[in-house]
Every structure is written in C-alpha cells, then in structure tokens.
C-alpha cells in the first residue's frame, strides 16, 4: 500500500484520489517554517499514522518533509527512511544524511555535490515520465514554449528579451505555460510588457501532450535545477530543448545532440540557437531522433525497478 502526502489544493492530490491506487494525506502541513509548534504537531499526526497503517518506508523529498522524517526515525527507528535529493546543492544537515537509511540522488550532478557525510552513498535513481501521445500541432507557424511557473529562479524575463530580438528576424508564436500569471506575481507584471508583442503569457496546462505540439521547447532557469521534469518529458515527446547551464540539465539536453545548452542569461546566444533550429529543420528532425534514443534512462519502469531495489535492501 502507498500513501502520498500533499496539499488538499494541490492538483496532485486530485490525479491520485480520481486514480483510486494510491491513499492521500492531507493533515501533515510539510511547513517550510521551523515553527516548534507545527514541528511538533505534524510529528504527532505522522507517528500515529504510521504506527496505524503499519508503515515501512518514508521516502522524503524537500527539507520540510525530510526534517519531519528525520525525526519520525528517531521516534520509530524501525522505519527505513529514504532521503531524495532533487537539487544539486550540498545537504547542510549531516544528521539528517546519517540518519537516513538511504541518500537517493535523481542524478549524477546531485551526487557529485552532496557533500560529507553522503556523498559515497548516493544511488541515482533519475526521474521519470510514462510516455504519451504528442497531439497534432498548429500548421505554419513555428512554436517556441517555456513550461515553467512563474518564478524569479526560472528566468522567464531573459526568455522572453531573447524573443523579442528574434521577432525582428522571424515569424513565430510562443508562449510561457505554467502557474503564477496573476497580477500580484512581480514575475509576471514584468513579463506583460512583452506580451502583446511576442509571448501569450497562458496558465496552467491539465494536458501535457498539448505541450509539447512545439518546435523547441525552452527552459531558462537561473538558480537551483535538478532533474528537469519538463526536460525529461520534452525527451519522451522527441522535442529539441534550448537551455541555461544550470544544474543537471545538461544530464538530460545533451548540447547538440538533444537540444542546446547556453551560459545563463545570455540572452543573444539563446536567441541564436533558437534561430539555428528555424534555419535548420534537418537538425531538429535528427535531435528528435537522439531525443528518442535517450527514453530508456528516463521510463518509469526502470525507476520503479530501482526504488524497489533501494526498498528492498
């Protein structure tokens, strides 16, 4: 039996409870706050839980969560606790690293920069997409797209300057797609000055595979990137990937052979190479085909295989 931990709002736990495999919990706040009170509260809640349902694993994703983790080993030491690292900075609490029974990095790039104490122990298991079908996409113009939420940490702002020297040289239709394009977003009040003129700033999309109808899909992250869902999905849909050198994106865009990667925020080289792929449609038929060649690393039969492995050591 599995139980995934989320937020009552969240679109996750809609998906989960319509799909009736999984149970859902919604009582255990995950605060990024280290407020004593909700700490304590949340190890309760999560005690009690997993002493009722009998659980053996606790895998924890994001500090919030793996703090609580963490402590709940230290009440239950019978639980096997299993710690995923997403984002390639080092882990500050090395207690938390010998306390976990596991360090699992989603890839090398993690590993490399876990630092002591678990650095050695690191198993990369990657992330993961199922696969679909890419529906049909709009004749005649070429589609550029950034599938990101509307954050400081994506660069959406170097995206969207790149696109405005580009409509200078060519005819195209882009987009930004992702959550956060409301009018108390700093993000996106920046971004609007844009809009009209070169990039429709859209919502959230429930439908992946209409994402990926584009030509190049465009990812402009500055800060912290682990392994890129909208990477590895863009994988599986055979799209070519332009974007910044940050984290473990290049793992997953191999610089010309699945897409191209630039230094962040140079603006003129990430207009360029996308101006490349409209120049060259040869190019982007052959990054297609690598594209395909890389979906094995990224089934998600190979990573429940490898997490069953971690569970069952």
Known sequence: ????????????????????????????????????????????????????????????????????????????????????????VPIKSKLQCKIADEIVAVSFAVKKRLGFPCGEEAIVVYDAFGGGTKSNREKGKFIIRNISRYAEVKGLVFFAEALSRLKRILDFKADIVGRGNVEDNPVYRRLKKYSSKVVELRGYVEKINELYNADVVCLTSVGSEGS????????????????????????????????FVVLPGEVEALKDRILFLWRHPAIRKRLSVNASRLKSL????????????????
């Open 1 to 88: 039996k599995v139980w995934v931990a989320c937020f009552p709002k969240s679109h996750v736990r809609a998906r989960l409870e319509k799909s009736g495999k999984v149970g859902v919990i919604t009582h255990i706040s995950m605060s990024s706050s280290a407020n004593p009170w909700r700490i304590f509260r949340d190890l309760f809640r999560l005690v009690v839980f997993v002493k009722r349902e009998k659980i053996d694993v606790v895998n924890s994703h994001s500090s919030p969560d793996s703090r609580l983790a963490m402590l709940l080993k230290l009440v239950v030491p019978r639980v096997k606790f299993v710690r995923t690292r997403h984002v390639p």
């Open 228 to 259: 890129s869902r909208v990477a590895i999905e863009a994988v599986h849909f055979r799209v070519p990937v332009v974007c910044h050198d940050v984290g473990a994106l290049y793992e997953i865009v191999r610089n010309g052979k699945t897409g």
């Open 298 to 313: 990224f089934s998600t039969g190979r990573l429940v295989e490898q997490y069953l492995r971690v569970y069952e050591s």
